[in-house]
């Protein structure tokens, strides 16, 4: 026989439901709670390690990178003629502007630095290897697309530095066989650096190459997430290892979230 | 399980899924959530990165700081901006950012014509390649780095000549024009160049061609280019050397060297005599 709910116990669940509400209804419609929910509380090995922050570490820089990239957008303008002057404007006179600029400028450096070092990262662990070869292949996609991030950001101050680097570096792209001559006419848009060059690399900075970032970048979670991170090697209790030495009784008999439990004891519960 | 399996050697494809398989069984079984432990983690990773990108802003900001504020002031992280881009300009030292010094400094390696290809397309897209494959043709199961004596060694050979690479892209001399305009003199009495090649040697020295090419051992060498001590020998004529200033491309397809018709006919014509004649040390 149902409990009888006090006044105040009513009134509880009234409030819970009405703060709940839009919750559910989100995830009555869309699956999204339920998919965060699956993301926040999955599963990770227990040894992972702060070498392993270097992803997300890359993926804050590539956010920095966002958003100081839509705030310079509002006032930076691609033209020969006032691109370098617009520049100027943003460092010595829009408020915080130096600050914006100064962020995206280094943050990309950052950006290709931590992009280095999770790859080398991901080397050391060995964690490319099956079933993860394809996230591999994606991580490296976007290094290269990281690194024309940089090449044609480069240009757009539009100062003696940008601008001989990039004729310089467009030249080159131009000694490649076959594609070479073709590449280099793209970028140029045209036969020579022009008005033409600095929005062709505003679009493909801005638009073209960061869109493909961001794709690749959900792709690169998506796997993650489906396949999970990998132990460090020389883990002792490493996921999956056939090596795993059954930890000693003090470590067994304080199972829980931070001290893994050994494989096929009890406290996993269900079996 | 397959009865054919019987006594046979496991495949390698089914000992990669065993192994696969008894990770999500470890993960599930002794595993920690993401939320908040690893979290954690990334959060603070998080915050480092965000401000070590705002110290570096602000350093860049504040020791830049000339007392009358001007942005082209070399500050500890270099000026603001430089003057504005002037494609008639007559000196200039193209430079890439810090991260492309490593292909930068390739190209040092590689000369123009025979081998520069190698710089600019061949070992950068060898190198992309066999990154790209590394769980291709790394196919054994083992993830501890010192079981892995080839990845390590290969890996420690990489870091090592990138860095290599980087360090003397960045510390790779730049011919300033002030400087190589002394050795004009040094110049004409080595190479015995006759009093109409003069001009074009002054020129050459303040035109930016010591950015890529090297005279008699001044200048930087550069994206390819070749040493011109000699460039007279060849005997390409001044009629060739006039149109191959103007379009370097156009006359040798593929060529890096930026197009220098905003010199003028006069000043390309006292170049191209100047080339001529030099014939290398008399």
Redesign the interface.
């Known amino acids: 026989m149902a409990r009888q709910l006090s006044r105040a116990q009513v009134r509880k669940q009234r409030m819970q439901d009405a703060v709940n509400f839009p919750l559910d209804w989100l995830e009555e419609r869309s699956g999204l709670v339920g998919g965060v929910r699956y993301f926040l509380f999955r599963k990770v090995p227990g040894d992972t390690n702060w070498m392993q922050t270097l992803g997300s570490a890359t993926l804050t820089a590539f956010l920095v990178q966002a958003i100081t990239g839509v705030i310079l957008a509002m006032y930076y303008k691609p033209t020969p003629n006032d691109a370098y002057a617009s520049i100027q404007n943003i460092t010595d006179h829009v408020t915080m502007g130096w600050l914006v600029r100064g962020m995206h400028k280094w943050g990309a450096s950052v950006f290709i630095i931590l992009m280095f070092l999770h790859m080398g990262r991901v080397f050391l662990f060995g964690a490319y290897k099956y079933p993860r070869e394809l996230n591999w292949v994606i991580g490296v996609l976007l290094l290269t697309m990281g690194m024309m991030e940089g090449f044609t950001g480069y240009l757009l101050p539009w100062d003696q530095t940008a601008y001989w680097a990039s004729v310089v570096g467009i030249n080159l792209n131009g000694t490649a066989p076959f594609l070479g001559p073709w590449l280099a006419q793209f970028l140029r848009s045209g036969q020579e650096i022009s008005g033409d060059t600095l929005t062709r690399f505003y679009s493909l900075h801005m638009l073209l190459v960061p869109g493909g970032i961001m794709a690749l970048i959900g792709l690169h979670l998506y796997l993650v997430i489906r396949l999970g991170v990998t132990s460090p090697p020389w883990s002792k209790e490493a996921a999956g290892s056939e090596l795993v030495e059954e930890p000693a009784a003090a470590t067994a008999a304080r199972p829980g979230l931070t001290r893994p439990v050994a494989r096929g004891t009890a406290a996993g519960g269900s079996e | 399980m397959a009865a054919h399996a019987g006594s046979e050697k496991p495949r390698p494809i089914d000992e ?1 899924r065993a ?2 398989a ?14 908040p ?3 954690f ?2 959060t ?3 915050l ?3 401000s ?3 110290a ?3 350093i ?2 504040w020791t830049s700081w000339a007392p009358h ?1 001007d ?1 082209t002031h070399q500050g500890l ?1 270099g000026p ?8 008639g ?1 007559d000196n ?9 010094y490593f292909l930068f400094y390739l ?1 040092r390696i590689f000369k123009w014509p025979e081998s ?2 190698l710089g ?2 061949g070992v950068p897209t060898i190198a ?1 390649l066999l ?2 494959g ?3 043709y ?8 010192l079981r ?1 004596p080839l ?1 390590a060694v290969g ?1 420690v050979l990489v ?1 090592l000549s990138m860095a290599v690479l980087t360090w003397k892209g960045a510390t790779a001399s730049e011919a300033l024009a002030s400087e190589v305009i002394a050795d004009v003199p040094h110049w004409i009495s080595q190479e015995k160049l006759p009093p109409q090649a003069q001009p074009g040697a002054k020129l050459f020295a303040v035109a930016g061609c010591t950015a890529c090419h090297t005279y008699l051992g001044t200048g930087s060498s550069n ?1 390819g280019a070749p040493d011109l001590t000699a460039i007279g020998t060849r005997n390409l004529g001044i009629q060739f050397q006039i149109n191959h200033l103007k379009c370097p ?1 156009c006359v040798n ?7 220098f018709a905003s010199l003028g006919d006069k000043r390309l014509k006292q170049l191209a005599t100047f080339l001529e004649a030099s014939k290398g040390k008399q």
């Open positions: 990669r192994g696969f008894r990770y999500k069984q470890d993960v599930k079984e002794r595993g920690k959530p993401f939320y432990y690893a979290m983690h990334d603070v990773m998080s480092v990165v965000v070590v990108i705002v570096l802003a602000c860049w900001k504020h942005g992280l603001e901006y430089t003057a504005r881009a002037d494609p300009t200039f030292v193209p430079r890439p950012d810090w991260y492309f190209l520069v290809f600019t397309v992309l990154l790209i590394v769980p291709f790394d196919l054994r199961r083992e993830r501890r780095l892995r990845a890996a870091v994206l491309s397809p593929g060529s890096p060297m930026p197009k």
